[in-house]
Structures are given as C-alpha cells and as structure tokens.
C-alpha cells in the first residue's frame, strides 16, 4: 500500500501474525518508500518500531536518502527480547521532513516474537 497517512498503520486493521521472529536477536528488514519525499534542507528518516495499535516501542532509525522511486531499503533491527510469545504490529514511519508533502507515511506488517529460549507453546 502507498499514501498510508494515518498512524498507527495507515488505517489498516490488525490481522493475524504473518511471521514469527526470534526475540533479542537482529533482523534485516525491507521496506519500500513508493515516491520520493527527500528534503535536502532537512532530511527525514525512518521510524522502526513494535508494540500494539495503541503503544510502538522504538526499535530503529534510519536517514532519508535522495532515491529514485520506488526505492527498496534493508535495515537490521533488535527485535525485543519476550518471555513469551508475543503478538504484535512491526510499523514503519517514513518522516518526510518536506513542507511539500504529507508528514508521515506508516507501513505495517503482523508480526510474532518468540521467546529466545524456544517457542512457548
């Protein structure tokens, strides 16, 4: 999806996980800015987090760049350790920084952490 402006996730309701993930370890993420928003008097940046609809803990951060669109970025992040399974939302906040275009864009993904000794079942 593009032109996604709403927080948490684009308006997009929570849908069953569609990965599950081992918490405490580093991931590589891809995402996808669908056009290209970058402002060379004040770049933005990437906003990587997880939680619920109602509460993200940040987990990452990564520079605009100036890219042709669409553009494919790979990012690693912690995911958080749990000692349970853990079901939630991987969200992705593209902050513009450009007067021109709309503040933010979410992207979001249903996602499970697993504890890091196995999952618990």
Same mark, same amino acid.
């Given at each position: 999806?593009?032109?996604?402006?709403?927080?948490?996730?684009?308006g997009?309701?929570?849908? $069953?996980?569609?990965?599950?993930? &081992?918490?405490?370890?580093?991931v590589?993420?891809t995402? @996808?800015?669908?056009?290209?928003?970058?402002?060379?008097?004040? $770049?933005?940046?990437?906003?990587?987090?997880?939680?619920t609809? *109602?509460?993200? #803990?940040? =987990?990452?951060?990564?520079?605009?760049s100036? *890219? *042709?669109? $669409?553009?494919?970025? #790979?990012?690693?992040?912690?995911? &958080?350790?749990? #000692?349970?399974? #853990?079901?939630g939302?991987?969200?992705?906040?593209?902050?513009t920084?450009n007067?021109?275009?709309?503040?933010? +864009?979410y @992207?979001c993904?249903? =996602?499970? =952490?697993? &504890?890091?000794?196995?999952?618990? +079942?």
């Amino acid at each position: 999806d593009c032109g996604l402006t709403t927080g948490p996730c684009g308006g997009r309701a929570h849908g $069953p996980a569609l990965l599950a993930v &081992p918490g405490g370890e580093s991931v590589n993420i891809t995402f @996808q800015k669908n056009l290209n928003h970058f402002n060379g008097d004040k $770049p933005g940046h990437f906003a990587v987090a997880f939680g619920t609809e *109602t509460k993200m #803990e940040p =987990i990452g951060m990564m520079p605009d760049s100036n *890219t *042709t669109s $669409p553009w494919l970025y #790979e990012f690693p992040v912690e995911v &958080p350790k749990v #000692e349970k399974r #853990e079901v939630g939302v991987l969200q992705v906040i593209y902050v513009t920084s450009n007067p021109n275009a709309p503040a933010m +864009f979410y @992207q979001c993904a249903d =996602i499970e =952490i697993l &504890p890091s000794h196995g999952p618990d +079942f």
